[in-house]
């Protein structure tokens, strides 16, 4: 069991909590396909607290490493970014729109993706494995997910229309890649 505690392990304790991650964040996709939505947040919020886990323990342990670093950013990827666009796609988008309206829907979600993709890969390009800023340059993926599920929760239960939406997740899809100052927790 000596490689858990191993930094140079693909499979060290921290990269551990990151795969949980992975798999909550692929059962989640799934579940969205089978539209139960309920479940499918249940599972990304599991995936939040695995990937708050994983950084404590990567850098309580000292585990922290270029492997971890990127795979820490897949799992951000798919749970914080893909999960929750998908999840207002099929949820909202899909139920809403029709014809050009659900093209300029999947426009926008292709922008979100993009611009998720791209905050995460500059964070990689400029960080190094183990250190901790204080203050973030724009909105981290696992905060714009959380803005994402404040705003499918404010759809489901009819306080913000399908066009509300879109005009939230073009501004929060701008917010990850802006230089707003947002601090680490």
Do not use: C
């Amino acid at each position: 069991m000596k490689f858990l505690y191993t930094p140079s392990s693909h499979f060290n304790l921290a990269n551990l909590f990151t795969f949980v991650n992975i798999t909550v964040g692929l059962l989640a996709t799934y579940f969205i396909t089978q539209n139960n939505f309920f479940l499918a947040i249940i599972l990304a919020w599991i995936g939040g607290a695995f990937d708050i886990f994983d950084g404590k323990i990567a850098r309580k342990y000292n585990l922290s490493n270029e492997f971890g670093v990127q795979l820490d950013s897949f799992a951000d990827f798919l749970s914080f970014v893909l999960v929750p666009v998908f999840l207002i796609f099929q949820a909202v988008y899909n139920n809403s729109f029709d014809g050009t309206l659900l093209i300029f829907s999947a426009v926008v979600s292709i922008f979100y993706v993009i611009s998720g993709l791209r905050r995460l890969i500059h964070f990689n390009i400029n960080t190094d494995a183990g250190s901790v800023d204080k203050y973030f340059t724009g909105v981290p993926t696992p905060l714009g997910a959380i803005l994402l599920w404040l705003v499918y929760l404010a759809n489901a239960y009819e306080f913000l229309p399908a066009f509300g939406v879109l005009g939230f997740m073009i501004a929060i899809g701008w917010s990850l890649n802006s230089t707003l100052k947002v601090r680490h927790p």
